[in-house]
Nanobody, 120 residues
C-alpha cells in the first residue's frame, strides 16, 4: 500500500521560506516520478514542480520559477520542496504526488495534503 506523508507546512509571512517534505512508503521510490501540486480555495489543483518519470528533467510552474526548488533523496524515500520568497498567492493546500508509467498508463498516488498560508 502506497503512503505519502507531507510535513513542513504552516503559516509564514510574505517573503519568508518553508520547506515541505514528503516521505513515501510502499513503493520502489527510485522508480517513481515525484512532484508537488497545490490547490487554492475555489481553484483547480495545479502543478507546482515535478521530476519527470525518467528523472532526467524537472518541470516548474511559471509562477514559482526562481523561488521554489524541488529535490529528492532516494536513500530516504523523500521528496522536498524548498519555497523561498513566498507570496500570499502561494497560499494553498500542497499535495505530494508519486507516479509511474506502466504500459503507457500513468498511475498516480497522492498524499493527504498540507496547508501553506502566506499572510502578514
Amino acid at each position: 500500500q502506497v503512503h505519502l506523508v507531507e510535513s513542513g507546512g504552516g503559516l509564514v509571512q510574505p517573503g519568508g521560506s518553508l520547506r515541505l517534505s514528503c516521505a513515501a512508503s510502499g513503493i520502489i521510490f527510485s522508480m517513481y516520478g515525484m512532484g508537488w501540486y497545490r490547490q487554492a480555495p475555489g481553484k483547480q489543483r495545479e502543478l507546482v514542480a515535478t521530476f519527470s518519470s525518467g528523472r532526467s528533467s524537472i518541470v516548474y510552474a511559471d509562477s514559482v520559477k526562481g523561488r521554489f526548488t524541488i529535490s529528492r533523496d532516494n536513500a530516504k524515500n523523500t521528496v522536498y520542496l524548498q519555497m523561498n520568497s513566498l507570496k500570499p498567492e502561494d497560499t494553498a493546500v500542497y499535495y505530494c504526488n508519486a507516479y509511474i508509467l506502466s504500459n503507457g498508463v500513468r498511475h498516480d498516488y497522492w498524499g493527504q495534503g498540507i496547508q501553506v498560508t502566506v499572510s502578514s
